[in-house]
Nanobody, 129 residues
Framework: QVQLVESGGGLVQAGGSLRLSCEAS????????MGWFRQAPGKEREFVAT????????DYADSVKGRFTISRDNAKKTVHLHMNSLKPEDTALYYC??????????????????????WGQGTQVTVSS
């Protein structure tokens, strides 16, 4: 099992930036793809970004493409989500997730919650207008 702990959320004005972090402990980190999802009040949890196990491949939801960047440091067992040009509609609880199986390639076009088997508790991001 892996434990995932997110941090870095907060309140920011529209146009601002935040960097979310996710620290993993437990089973091997470097063999698994990682992802970020978000859930706004009253809405379904939606895919945001994913990165392959070696960090070579990344993919993003259309709504964040060009504004968000996902990265990982396998030596430190961490994954980050750099968020720029934030909009009020980015307000949500952001979750870090690990792929259900090792050596998995997740693509934005078909990504679902079922691709990921381990989840953190989430960190709140609020963007004011």
């Amino acid at each position: 099992q892996v434990q995932l702990v997110e941090s870095g959320g907060g309140l920011v004005q529209a146009g601002g930036s935040l960097r979310l972090s996710c620290e993993a402990s437990g089973r091997t980190f470097s063999n698994y793809a990682m992802g970020w999802f978000r859930q706004a009040p009253g809405k379904e949890r939606e895919f945001v970004a994913t990165i392959s196990w070696r960090g070579i491949s990344t993919d993003y939801a259309d709504s964040v493409k060009g504004r968000f960047t996902i990265s990982r440091d396998n030596a430190k067992k961490t994954v980050h989500l750099h968020m720029n040009s934030l909009k009020p509609e980015d307000t949500a609880l952001y979750y870090c997730a690990q792929s259900r199986w090792p050596y998995t390639i997740v693509v934005a076009r078909t990504a679902t919650r079922n691709d990921f088997g381990s989840w953190g508790q989430g960190t709140q991001v609020t963007v004011s207008s």
